[in-house]
């Protein structure tokens, strides 16, 4: 069965500093995506960052970069220079591949940022 | 802009009082979803629609039922909500055969239950 594990409940950075949440995943398939999610206490879902299992190389998007480390089924969020509103819960997800229709989410790590 | 937009924002109803929660996407997605998400947990998928066939999870209460009338709109209907149902409740839609596209999420209907 597939499965998502986050397990930092909770982490605190400094403003302008980089902080990783961890993501570990299990999955028998071998075509996946993998996503990640940025929820404000506002409540909407704001997708970050995606990586395919067969892209060779880490996903960036501005501040975020994802550290894919295949063989360990890893795919961590490094965020950068910190901001205050980064302020929120982040949430790892995979989608089955083939065109499947199910994301299982993580239970989410919230990040607090210090100022 | 195309979006995902649920109505209402926030929703009060009273204990055993039918209520209906709506979505409505322009982004001619062929897949709605409905997540319920409780305080400080990862969204539950209760059930997702691919165009008009109906999926639903094996542990979804059968309180909960859904409409999918068209392409654009979706609705959540729980006919008698209990306490333990007040949460935020989540649309998405996707593009089936996309699997590399993220979700699109609506900005979710905060339920309360008096």
């Known amino acids: 069965a597939q499965k998502i594990t986050q397990t930092q409940p909770g982490m605190f950075v400094q403003e302008k500093e980089a902080v990783t949440l961890d993501c570990t995943y299990d999955t028998s398939d071998q075509s996946y995506g993998l996503f990640w999610y940025k929820q404000p206490s506002s409540g909407e879902m704001i997708f970050l960052i995606y990586q395919g299992s067969y892209d060779e190389q880490n996903a960036t998007e501005g501040r975020y970069s994802l550290n894919f480390q295949k063989a360990r089924k890893s795919a961590n969020l490094v965020i950068s220079a910190s901001q205050l509103g980064d302020s929120a819960m982040y949430f790892c997800?995979?989608?089955?591949?083939?065109?499947?229709?199910?994301?299982?989410f993580g239970a989410g790590t919230r990040l607090f940022v210090k100022a | 802009d195309a979006m995902v937009i649920q109505n209402p924002r926030y929703q009060v109803t009273q204990f055993g009082k039918p209520v209906t929660l709506s979505c409505s996407q322009t982004?001619?997605?062929?897949?709605m979803y409905w997540y319920q998400q409780k305080s400080s947990q990862a969204p539950k998928l209760l059930f997702h629609?691919?165009?008009?066939?109906?999926?639903n999870e094996a542990d979804t209460p059968d309180n909960f039922q859904s409409r999918r009338p068209n392409t654009s709109f979706c609705f959540l209907d729980i006919r008698s909500p209990g306490l333990g149902d007040a949460a935020m409740y989540l649309c998405?839609?996707?593009?089936?055969?996309?699997?590399?596209?993220?979700?699109?999420f609506g900005d979710g209907t905060r339920l309360s239950i008096l």
């Open positions: 997800a995979m989608r089955e591949g083939g065109g499947g229709f199910k994301t299982i």
């Open positions: 982004l001619n997605h062929n897949v």
């Open positions: 629609y691919y165009d008009k066939d109906f999926n």
């Open positions: 998405a839609t996707s593009s089936w055969g996309n699997s590399n596209q993220p979700q699109h």
